[in-house]
């Protein structure tokens, strides 16, 4: 499965369009991780743990939307979007959206 954030693939035909295919992940994000990232915020540098669940929240939903485009018909999503969101109270969820079009090159 090709997956690109470009209307089209270089050096391939879109032969047939499946569709439009999304994704969508919601991770709550912990006590732990929102200490620790608070420290961070106090005495500077990256908070990683934040970073690696953003990673895992946008990995589940890209796999999520291969998956729909492929039970469509399709072998590539084009045109890929990603939003990224926080939901909840306090913004204490973390929302990933991605959608594209599935397609047969």
Do not use: C, H, W
Request: glycine fraction near 12%; hydrophobic fraction near 40%.
């Amino acid at each position: 499965m090709i997956l690109s954030t470009t209307p089209t693939i270089e050096g391939r035909t879109i032969r047939e369009y499946k569709g439009v295919v999304t994704g969508e992940t919601i991770i709550g994000a912990n006590f732990l991780k929102d200490f620790m990232a608070g420290i961070r915020d106090i005495v500077g540098g990256r908070a990683e743990s934040y970073e690696k669940v953003l990673r895992e929240a946008k990995d589940t939903s890209l796999k999520e939307m291969a998956q729909r485009a492929e039970a469509m018909g399709g072998n590539a999503v084009v045109g890929i979007d990603i939003d990224y969101e926080t939901i909840g109270a306090n913004g204490s969820m973390l929302m990933v959206a991605t959608s594209g079009t599935a397609v047969v090159i």
